[in-house]
């Protein structure tokens, strides 16, 4: 049986008449850049997103160097970011001029360790950008603690945590904005690429909003030189004709994640996700531990099951941050985990057959 690591093609499928219906709407208005779908879906999403004010943009790297640009970050600031994490977050602190700065990461949640963030401030440090890793939210009280203490702005970078809620509040309650990225597989996912900054700071979203779009409020008139960075109006329309849906599909994330830690439990060798106390993670990605990971991969992969690893090599560690001449033991748990992390295949429209299979197979590993 084979068992894909996710399929968006079945989600597509049973939404298609209503995608269907957003894209011909599109077309037939041609209204391709910006106009009535962008302004309708920046509507939605603030009110889902439970946020005052959303900028649409192209996609969750631009909003990410967008919205610390308007935070102030540039030469001479430093910025905190987690050492495991997808390299947008690092490259946008670097798209500034500020120095990106890597932080540690918890062993068991994978998600920044405060206790490390504590460690790296200096006086040069300006903001703190944690990631809400894997879908589940990143310990914002802590890092709230420590950015009041140190007199520091928060960016958190929400990318893979659509709809997830640390007790009771969303991202872009915590810092100043909160970023997200629509790419495909996201928990929800455009026809391309595509993002947006939330923020209940309506200075902040007109000063991205500038930025974003030419630095023109007017046409014609230029306040700043921006950038082009703009969400199209297909995009638009197929983010809308899912958002409604997007509850739904986390709450199903949420349902077989459920399956795979009860059924895992028993098995000493595997780790399953470590759950923060009042978190709603939305399970982005299903990432166990294990020291066995390489064979179980391939065991997996032999089962027909695809898996993946988020993500093989700390940022610190990768060619392009080597003049850094970082050692393993800078970053610990995050070099350790590199090495014991597999994400297992997790997608809303999954059927149990195929998790049971998964399941069934790791039980065999396990006992071979
Ligand atoms: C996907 C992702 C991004 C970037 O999003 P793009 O839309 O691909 O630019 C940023 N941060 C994290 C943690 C991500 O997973």
């Not at 049973?14 to 957003?22: F, G, L, P, T, V």
């Not at 192209?58 to 495991?84: C, K, R, S």
């Not at 062993?107 to 401030?121: G, K, Q, S, W």
């Not at 947006?196 to 700071?201: C, E, S």
Request: glycine content about 6%; proline content about 6%.
């Amino acid at each position: 049986m084979h068992v894909p690591f996710a399929d968006i093609r079945r989600q597509h499928l049973s939404i298609r008449r209503e995608i269907d219906a957003a894209v011909r709407r599109v077309v037939e208005q041609a209204s391709f850049i910006s106009g009535p779908e962008v302004d309708a879906f920046e509507e939605a999403f603030a009110e889902a997103a439970g946020a005052r004010h959303v900028v649409s943009c192209a996609n969750g790297t631009d909003a990410l160097e967008l919205a610390l640009h308007a935070m102030g970050a540039g030469p001479g600031d430093e910025v905190i970011v987690p050492a495991l994490t997808w390299i947008s977050t690092a490259e946008a602190v670097s798209r500034t001029g500020a120095t990106v700065v890597f932080a540690d990461v918890d062993e068991e949640t994978l998600l920044i360790d405060p206790e490390d963030v504590e460690r790296r401030i200096t006086d040069r440090t300006r903001i703190l950008l944690p990631v809400h890793l894997y879908g589940q939210m990143a310990p914002m009280p802590e890092l709230a603690a420590l950015a009041g203490q140190h007199g520091l702005a928060i960016l958190e970078d929400a990318a893979q945590a659509h709809g997830a809620t640390l007790h009771g509040r969303p991202p872009g309650a915590w810092g100043r904005a909160a970023t997200f990225s629509f790419y495909p597989s996201k928990n929800l996912g455009a026809w391309g690429d595509a993002g947006a900054v939330v923020t209940d700071d309506g200075a902040l979203a007109r000063a991205i909003r500038l930025r974003a779009r030419h630095g023109q409020e007017r046409k014609h008139e230029h306040l700043v030189e921006g950038r082009n960075s703009r969400l199209d109006g297909i995009q638009a329309a197929v983010l809308s004709a899912k958002l409604p849906h997007l509850d739904r599909w986390n709450e199903l994330r949420r349902r077989h994640a459920a399956r795979y830690d009860e059924a895992l439990a028993a098995i000493e060798t595997i780790c399953t996700p470590a759950r923060r106390a009042g978190a709603r993670h939305v399970f982005h990605l299903y990432v166990v531990q294990t020291d066995a990971r390489d064979a179980l991969c391939e065991h997996l992969s032999s089962a027909g099951i695809c898996t993946a690893v988020h993500y093989p090599t700390p940022l610190p560690f990768q060619p392009c941050y080597r003049h850094r001449g970082y050692a393993p033991s800078d970053f610990p748990a995050a070099r350790r985990a590199s090495q014991r992390i597999l994400s297992l295949p997790l997608f809303p429209e999954m059927e149990q057959r195929e998790i049971d299979h998964v399941v069934s197979s790791i039980r065999a590993f396990d006992h071979a």
